[in-house]
């Protein structure tokens, strides 16, 4: 019996070694080698500074902006809270939520169908994507806040819409925070 538990303890030592240490780490370094960009979390920088990452959402409140999904993660898109609501589509809080989201987006564009992108969260809170019928329905808003026509928002939403991975998976979307810093790039807020 004693014979079994030291070869337990070697065994579980050995095993916590090759795959607590060095197989993380091996697979982080050549992650570093191969994919730098993606391994480090797809970082977006500004005159040196990070912004904002190209994988999680973030909240764009100003009318001159293209707002992103609504986030049910923590206070909005709090990485640290991650995760959907979990309410089911007959919850009475979920359907207040959506129905309000849909009250104040007809304020906006009272003519339009809303996406149900943009008042419905995402499974993780922090979806950094909205549908090109998303982008669509903000052009107006956006267009008269930055007082620039809606041909140039459509040519700048289209080149930032991005199809489906091998033309089969996911859907058509257009990543926000890309979005809206070539839009203040390209079409500064003037007073």
């Known amino acids: ?11 579980t030592l050995a095993t916590t070694v090759l795959f607590g240490l060095i197989y993380p ?5 050549i992650s570093q080698v191969l994919f730098p960009n993606r391994a480090n979390g ?10 904002g990452s190209r994988i999680i959402g973030q909240a764009f409140t100003g009318p001159g902006y293209f707002h992103s999904r609504p ?9 640290t809270s991650s995760g959907g609501s979990n309410l089911g589509p007959t919850n009475k809080t979920l ?3 959506v129905n309000s989201n849909v009250r104040r987006m007809h304020a906006e564009n009272p003519s339009v169908r809303v996406p149900v992108d943009l008042v419905t969260a995402s499974g993780s809170g922090l979806d950094p994507d909205i549908s090109p019928a998303a982008a669509e329905f903000q052009i107006l808003r956006v ?18 819409t991005e199809g489906r991975q091998l033309d089969f998976l996911g859907e058509p979307r257009v990543n926000v925070l890309e979005l809206n810093l070539e839009l203040d790039t390209t079409y500064p807020v003037r007073p």
């Open 42 to 51: 797809q970082l977006i920088e500004k005159d040196g500074r990070v912004i």
């Open 1 to 11: 019996m004693e014979k079994n538990l030291l070869i337990s303890v070697r065994f």
């Open 71 to 79: 986030s049910a993660a923590g206070t909005g898109y709090d990485a």
């Open 25 to 29: 780490l091996g697979v982080t370094g």
């Open 143 to 160: 267009s008269r806040e930055r007082h620039i026509s809606e041909t140039e928002l459509r040519t700048l939403v289209a080149h930032h």
């Open 95 to 97: 359907v207040a939520r």
